[in-house]
């Protein structure tokens, strides 16, 4: 077998695709919770995409939802801890001062998309105009906010630990790497997994699924059979806007315990990206972000660990820019590939009016 992999190695240009590929299958176990780690942010930006617009609504402030939540979830964190205290506890590293934080984060995102909402569907302002301005704003405001205060050097309320799986479950044949990635997490990262298997079942097998489907591909014939487009939609914006809020949250307080200017760094957008790649499903944007973040993870572990041989030279000769724009790559050219063949709801994206009042 070995001098198989070294004949195939040696094969001219080819052989550095093999030798790449080696490489990939070497290395992923090893980096796979770095993996899901890179992905809950993009993932849960995903789903909040899926959410809107299944519903017909499009949403591309979800960035700005994600920088609002994470500045909002830190910064309350820094104003409770002193008055609520309380050591971490071993569960997660929880204490009062994470889970008010944490409250304060998804109802900051869940306000924030309701004034989309209202934007999108009540005033039936321009969705793309709408969202692009809650971007501006909430990098503005956060940007400014957060200048003031950290010239304080404020203490947060910490962040929540990661779980520790005893070192026999990696060692298990096959599916030990797979299990140390689901459990060497923290608990937002941990409830993504969930949270996706339960949207997708409610997606396509429930009530709610068929009359938001309903809704973002012909809100006319649902709302001829009772169903109320306008509440559907508001109610599942303001619901998606929890989702990105979640994204923002594990950003200040699970993946790093501060909060810095900008620190979401297009990763909304890639969510969106995720979004088309996926199909408008859950498990379709899980999977395009896990993808996604392979590439930023494998791109870490090219600059700090390169491949022996003729492939390692080659990729030491790239400058590192290269490897911090791999994600951001990969992105575009998937999506050149399928942004044809991806079919969105056929009312995303159009302002609905009843008959009533059309009339």
Not at 47 to 75: D, K, P, Q, T
Not at 166 to 178: F, L
Not at 201 to 206: A, G
Not at 256 to 270: D, E, L, P
Request: with cysteine; net charge neutral; hydrophobic share 55%.
């Amino acid at each position: 077998m070995d001098g198989l992999i070294q004949l195939l190695y040696s094969v001219p240009v080819l052989g550095l695709l093999f030798q790449f590929v080696g490489y990939v299958i070497e290395i992923v176990p090893r980096i796979a919770p770095i993996i899901l780690q890179n992905a809950t942010p993009i993932a849960l930006a995903a789903l909040c995409g899926v959410m809107c617009e299944r519903s017909g609504v499009v949403n591309i402030g979800i960035e700005g939802i994600m920088i609002a939540a994470a500045f909002v979830g830190w910064y309350v964190g820094v104003l409770v801890q002193p008055a609520l205290g309380g050591d971490p506890s071993a569960f997660f590293g929880v204490t009062p001062a994470l889970l008010v934080a944490l409250g304060a984060a998804l109802l900051a995102g869940m306000l924030i998309s309701l004034l989309h909402a209202w934007l999108s569907i009540t005033v039936r302002a321009d969705q793309i105009i709408s969202g692009t301005i809650i971007n501006i704003a909430a990098f503005g405001l956060t940007g400014y906010l957060n200048t003031l205060i950290s010239t304080t050097s404020p203490n947060g309320a910490g962040a929540f630990t990661r779980f520790r799986p005893p070192p026999e479950i990696a060692d298990i044949p096959v599916v030990g790497w797979i299990a140390e990635m689901l459990l060497r997490q923290g608990p937002i990262a941990m409830s993504l997994i969930v949270i996706v298997i339960v949207f997708q079942v409610l997606l396509f097998r429930s009530r709610w699924g068929l009359r938001t489907r309903a809704v973002g591909e012909h809100p006319r014939a649902a709302e001829t059979v009772g169903i109320d487009v306008i509440w559907v939609r508001y109610r599942n914006v303001v619901l998606a806007g929890a989702l990105a809020a979640l994204a923002g949250a594990y950003l200040s307080m699970e993946g790093t315990n501060s909060f810095q200017q900008g620190m979401t760094a297009g990763r909304g957008f890639i969510g969106l990206a995720a979004m088309i790649v996926g199909r408008w499903t859950p498990v379709g944007a899980l999977g395009a972000a896990l993808l996604f973040a392979s590439a930023r993870a494998l791109g870490d572990s090219i600059s700090f660990a390169r491949p022996p041989g003729e492939l390692g030279t080659l990729l030491g000769q790239l400058p590192g820019q290269f490897f911090d724009a791999l994600p951001y790559l990969v992105t575009i050219i998937v999506l050149a590939g399928l942004i044809g063949r991806s079919i969105p709801p056929a009312a995303d994206g159009q302002p609905y009016e009843r008959e009533k009042a059309a009339a």
